[in-house]
């Protein structure tokens, strides 16, 4: 018998991280792209009906509306992030959340946060964070579009939505929110958040949500002038709310849509009412693809 010991047995070897995180993202980044392209596709011929009727100006405007809008949203992330303590340069910023935002085209609400989560951690954003900013977005956006809707479709028809608001501001205060995001990381055994949000950060942050309203009314102002600007407002903001209340659906799809006839069939036939819906839903994937684009290649000339 001999004193050699023996040797332990050689672990496996593991794919670099690096590289196993980059090959997911290329596979969200396609399958998000599938899905995008797939809703486009399946409601070409009406979109094509609806197209007919709008001239190439009028179809430019509104989508450089929506990439204004697109643009407020990022903003309205980018501040919630930072006020949690993790500010960002605008052109990661831009990469991480149009980029990620194309999740919401795949069945399921978890696909953006997961990817902006991702892509934030290479930035030193850590991921309890990432998911904080994203979820806030939710109340935020919720909040401002429903007060926009009252100030902007009449107190009349849509009084009932005040039921709604004084929950939404409790849940904008930074005492509730800071409470609710801390005992959800206890829940999970995470770390609590390094920085409590703010009420500036939660005031700029609602400045931002309303301007990106504005924006996206404007859109539709674009492609339906004849309600006037401040009902196209009211219209999308209404509309897109009761769309984001449905997790099941991509993007809240069919769901924006049925909601926007019914607010136009006031003033508008349900034919062309479907036509205008249908013109938005494609002027918004157009935006979020050319968002996500851009910043994808703002981003990579700036490490290039």
Known sequence: MNGDQEAPPA???????????????LGFLLVALGFGA????????????????????????????????????MLT????????????????????????QLGKYIPGAVWPVIAQMEMGRDLGVPRSRSAAAFFLMMPVQLASGLLVTLATLGWDRYGWLLLLIPVLLVLLEPKVINGVIGFGLRRLKREPLERPLTRRGMLTALGWALAGWICYGLHLYFVFPQGGLLFAIG??????????????????????????????????????AIAIALCSRMVIIMGDLICAGLAGIAARRRHG
Do not use: Y
């Not at 009406?46 to 929506?66: C, E, K, N, Q, T």
């Not at 709310?241 to 006839?261: K, N, Q, S, Y």
């Open 77 to 100: 992330w980018r501040t919630l992030l930072a006020d949690l303590g993790s500010p960002l340069p605008f052109r990661p910023a831009t990469k991480v959340f149009f980029v990620g």
């Open 235 to 272: 219209a999308f903001a209404l509309s897109w709310c009761l769309g984001i209340m449905t997790f099941v659906v991509p993007a809240g799809a069919g769901v924006r849509e049925v909601a926007m006839v019914a607010v136009l069939s006031p003033v508008l036939d349900s034919g062309p």
């Open 11 to 25: 672990s496996p070897a593991r794919a670099p991280r690096p590289l196993l995180r980059r090959i997911l993202r």
């Open 38 to 73: 797939w809703a486009v596709a399946k409601q070409w011929d009406a979109v094509l009906a609806g197209f007919a009727r709008l001239s190439v100006p009028m179809l430019a405007a509104s989508l450089g509306a929506v990439i204004a809008a697109l643009l407020g949203a």
